[in-house]
């Protein structure tokens, strides 16, 4: 929207007016309606009346105040219907990237090897493994959480995830 990086504060009203009166996607409501709860007047509106200008213009002060009461009710409900609609849209995401993982399934005495996380200085550089030495799994913990044993039979110190093993094939 800024042509250049030193105009970006004078567009950034119309992008923020822009991202709050448009629907979003995760709770399917606009912005403005779930802080406000009423629908937004574009200024254009005013300019040019619209029906829902003209319709409000011209109905007394106490039926007006009594609309914007029950609007002022059903915003709860719409907030509520949010977040519902939110948690189907995370469940939506968690399967759609749920679909691409693997399982892993590892059981006790399987050799594995394990990712080397922590940095490391290595003169290799880029160059370096990425996994280090073969281990043995000694105990499967609940959580995803796993004891193992190096070669020579000494137990690491740590626990380690299940996520940072990789089965070794023999």
């Given amino acids: 929207m800024a042509e250049s ?3 970006w504060a004078d567009k950034l009203p119309y992008a923020l007016w822009a991202y709050r009166t448009s629907i979003r996607t995760s709770t399917r409501a606009k912005p403005y309606l779930l802080v406000y709860g009423m629908e937004v007047v574009l200024p254009v509106e005013i300019e040019v009346p619209s029906l829902r200008v003209l319709m409000e213009c011209k109905i007394p ?3 007006w105040l009594q609309s914007r009461y029950d609007e002022l009710n059903f915003v709860d409900d719409r907030r509520m219907k949010a977040v519902d609609n939110v948690k ?3 469940q939506i995401m968690a399967a759609t990237f749920n679909k691409n993982v693997r399982v892993r399934h ?4 399987d050799l594995v090897l394990k990712e ?11 160059f370096c493994p990425n996994w280090s ?8 913990l609940p959580r995803k959480a796993i004891r193992l044993v190096n070669m020579e039979g000494i137990e690491l110190q740590y626990l380690t995830n299940l996520d940072q093993e990789k089965r070794y094939y023999v």
């Fill in 5 to 7: 990086n030193i105009d």
């Fill in 61 to 63: 002060k106490a039926e």
């Fill in 88 to 90: 189907k849209y995370q």
């Fill in 106 to 109: 590892l059981t006790v005495g």
């Fill in 116 to 126: 080397q996380r922590a940095p490391v200085y290595d003169p290799r550089g880029m």
């Fill in 133 to 140: 030495r073969l281990f043995i799994v000694k105990e499967i």
